[in-house]
């Protein structure tokens, strides 16, 4: 161990989660050492790996953004570029891009209890050499998806195929689709943004879809945020426009929980206004499931609806038999002729950013731990981690997150304690072994649903996936010593 890879904190990730952690730690623990790692060349994770046509936020900005940082653009749904951009001036406005060690993969974290220390293995994906990076904290902000690949299901015949497939994961840059056959499988929020990026260069762009998702149109500014700009300085018309957006997603959210077939019927309304009476939108926009059971595709300024009323695009709802030379046969016998096929079927979610965790040389298996107020794990030391919320903005956790793991880490330099380690109470052992997050259908959750810790019936080992719950269950005004987490000193 070389002094200068020591550091009192270890971020993994230098995302939207990462860049956050940071600017809390210098802000809320000033005198703690940290570094972010990051596996990739630049900053943003997602916003810097997808690079698709159209390539868009389907959360608005004013809560995407960050709290700190107000979201100055016009648009409020913002394309990837717009806020790569907004990363990289918040790294530079705050003095966190020098933090940041680029080309750093983490793929191993080993736990010494006798020492309180993470040491990680760390590969320079530039020049191929290994180095040990170590720290009495680890904060995981890598993302819940793996980076190695998209999710393409095992397709008939795929090997056949004489054209060009392709996964939004892994675009090329110099993919020509002008006046091609494209066919896009998947209804999800990467279809319906990829689909009329596409469609006015493409002789005509199909999607492909084995059962309807929700569609919501809805303008990409925010009129009230243009208000309140005229009147207040900026970061007051920030806050009052992002407090507006948080009780509105929430509010939405429960909604669909209370009356979801209210909220169904408004959406499939705007759906028949944006496409007229005569479309069939029982069989291509009505889903079979409750709104909210899968996320909501938003679609911004109703772009998919116009390419789809000019005759661009056509959706397709019907089930894959198998790919053919020439393109794809369906179930009912139809071929559909394609010259590039994009497979917009998912992604693979991993725990922890596919690194392998062992505690005191034993491997740990997150499948088996609880979760901790939804952000660290039963019998898991000085670890916390970031999962964004299904229903909301990414970013709002995040934050949650970040400062609380502050408030740990100071609470454990005021009380000279090196661990701080979640312990399930003799009362939560006959706790039922919840699924990490219930009542939400999407493919790439039900498919690594097993491999996610458990959550229980009751505080503190609950994944909410509520704001505000979280946001009262994290606050200022909770003990952090609440009889589960364990602060412990190094036993001399």
Request: hydrophobic share 35%; with cysteine.
């Given at each position: 161990m070389?002094?200068?890879?020591?550091?009192?904190?270890?971020?993994?990730?230098?995302?939207?989660?990462g860049?956050?952690?940071?600017?809390?730690?210098?802000?809320?623990?000033?005198?703690?050492?940290?570094?972010?790692l990051?596996?990739?060349?630049?900053?943003?994770?997602?916003?810097?790996?997808?690079?698709?046509?159209?390539?868009?936020?389907?959360?608005?900005?004013?809560?995407?953004?960050?709290?700190?940082?107000?979201?100055?653009?016009?648009?409020?749904?913002?394309?990837?570029?717009?806020?790569?951009?907004?990363?990289?001036?918040?790294?530079?406005?705050?003095?966190i891009?020098?933090?940041?060690?680029?080309?750093?993969?983490?793929?191993?974290?080993?736990?010494?209890?006798?020492?309180a220390l993470?040491?990680?293995?760390?590969?320079?994906?530039?020049?191929g050499?290994?180095?040990n990076?170590?720290?009495?904290?680890?904060l995981?902000c890598?993302?819940?998806?793996?980076?190695?690949?998209?999710?393409?299901?095992?397709?008939e015949?795929?090997?056949?195929y004489?054209?060009?497939?392709?996964?939004?994961?892994?675009?090329?840059?110099d993919?020509?689709?002008?006046?091609k056959?494209?066919?896009?499988?998947?209804?999800?929020?990467?279809?319906?943004?990829?689909?009329?990026?596409i469609?006015?260069?493409?002789d005509?762009?199909?999607?492909?879809?084995?059962?309807?998702?929700?569609?919501?149109?809805?303008?990409?500014?925010?009129?009230?945020?243009?208000?309140?700009?005229?009147?207040?300085p900026?970061?007051?018309?920030?806050?009052l426009?992002?407090?507006?957006?948080?009780?509105?997603?929430?509010?939405?959210?429960k909604?669909?929980?209370?009356?979801?077939?209210?909220?169904?019927?408004?959406?499939?309304?705007?759906?028949?206004?944006?496409l007229g009476?005569?479309?069939?939108?029982?069989?291509?926009?009505?889903?079979?499931?409750?709104?909210?059971?899968?996320?909501?595709?938003?679609?911004?300024?109703?772009?998919?609806?116009r390419?789809?009323?000019?005759?661009?695009?056509?959706?397709?709802t019907?089930t894959?038999?198998?790919?053919t030379?020439?393109?794809?046969l369906?179930?009912?016998?139809?071929?559909?002729?394609?010259?590039?096929?994009v497979?917009?079927?998912?992604?693979?979610l991993?725990?922890?950013?596919?690194?392998?965790?062992?505690?005191?040389?034993?491997?740990?298996?997150?499948s088996?731990?609880?979760?901790?107020?939804?952000?660290?794990?039963?019998?898991?030391?000085?670890?916390?981690?970031?999962?964004?919320?299904?229903?909301?903005?990414?970013?709002?956790?995040?934050?949650i997150?970040?400062?609380?793991?502050?408030?740990?880490?100071?609470h454990?330099?005021?009380?000279?304690?090196?661990?701080?380690?979640?312990?399930?109470?003799?009362?939560?052992m006959?706790m039922?072994?919840?699924?990490?997050?219930?009542?939400?259908?999407?493919?790439?959750?039900?498919?690594?649903?097993?491999?996610?810790?458990?959550?229980?019936?009751?505080?503190?080992?609950?994944?909410?996936?509520?704001?505000?719950?979280?946001?009262?269950?994290?606050?200022?005004?909770?003990?952090?010593?609440?009889?589960?987490?364990e602060?412990?000193?190094?036993?001399?």
């Open positions: 070389t002094e200068e890879n020591f550091f009192d904190v270890i971020v993994v990730g230098a995302g939207i989660s860049i956050g952690s940071a600017y809390r730690l210098q802000k809320e623990c000033p005198d703690r050492s940290f570094v972010l990051e596996g990739r060349p630049n900053l943003g994770g997602t916003w810097d790996l997808f690079r698709y046509p159209g390539i868009r936020s389907d959360s608005d900005m004013h809560t995407l953004g960050f709290s700190f940082k107000p979201w100055k653009a016009a648009k409020s749904i913002a394309d990837g570029p717009a806020i790569l951009e907004y990363l990289e001036e918040t790294v530079n406005e705050f003095g891009k020098e933090k940041i060690r680029f080309n750093h993969l983490v793929s191993s974290a080993e736990w010494s209890s006798e020492k993470w040491t990680l293995k760390v590969t320079n994906t530039e020049n050499e290994t180095s990076y170590t720290s009495n904290f680890l995981m890598s993302g819940y998806y793996s980076y190695k690949s998209g999710y393409t299901p095992p397709f015949g795929i090997e056949n004489s054209g060009t497939i392709i996964h939004p994961q892994e675009w090329p840059e993919l020509d689709y002008s006046d056959r494209v066919v896009v499988i998947g209804s999800g929020a990467t279809a319906v943004t990829l689909v009329p990026a469609a006015e260069r493409a005509h762009v199909v999607m492909l879809q084995r059962s309807p998702t929700y569609v919501v149109a809805r303008p990409d500014h925010d009129s009230f945020s243009a208000f309140l700009r005229k009147i207040f900026e970061r007051i018309a920030y806050y426009t992002r407090k507006k957006n948080i009780f509105g997603q929430n509010y939405i959210y909604m669909t929980r209370k009356d979801p077939e209210k909220i169904k019927e408004k959406l499939l309304e705007g759906v028949r206004m944006a009476p005569e479309y069939d939108i029982k069989r291509h926009f009505t889903p079979s499931y409750n709104p909210w059971d899968e996320r909501l595709c938003l679609v911004p300024n109703g772009d998919l609806f390419v789809i009323r000019k005759g661009k695009v056509s959706v397709v019907e894959i038999e198998c790919f030379q020439d393109g794809i369906l179930k009912t016998g139809e071929e559909m002729q394609a010259d590039i096929i497979t917009a079927t998912g992604l693979n991993v725990t922890l950013g596919e690194v392998d965790f062992t505690i005191d040389g034993h491997p740990v298996d997150f088996k731990t609880w979760i901790y107020k939804g952000l660290a794990y039963s019998d898991v030391p000085n670890l916390i981690s970031t999962f964004g919320y299904i229903n909301a903005s990414w970013t709002l956790r995040a934050d997150n970040s400062s609380y793991a502050c408030r740990v880490l100071n454990m330099r005021k009380t000279g304690t090196q661990k701080a380690t979640p312990r399930l109470r003799e009362s939560d006959d039922p072994r919840r699924d990490w997050i219930e009542g939400f259908s999407s493919g790439y959750m039900k498919r690594s649903m097993s491999e996610m810790p458990k959550q229980g019936d009751r505080e503190p080992w609950l994944n909410t996936q509520d704001f505000y719950k979280d946001k009262k269950m994290l606050s200022r005004n909770t003990p952090l010593e609440d009889g589960v987490m602060f412990a000193k190094i036993e001399r």
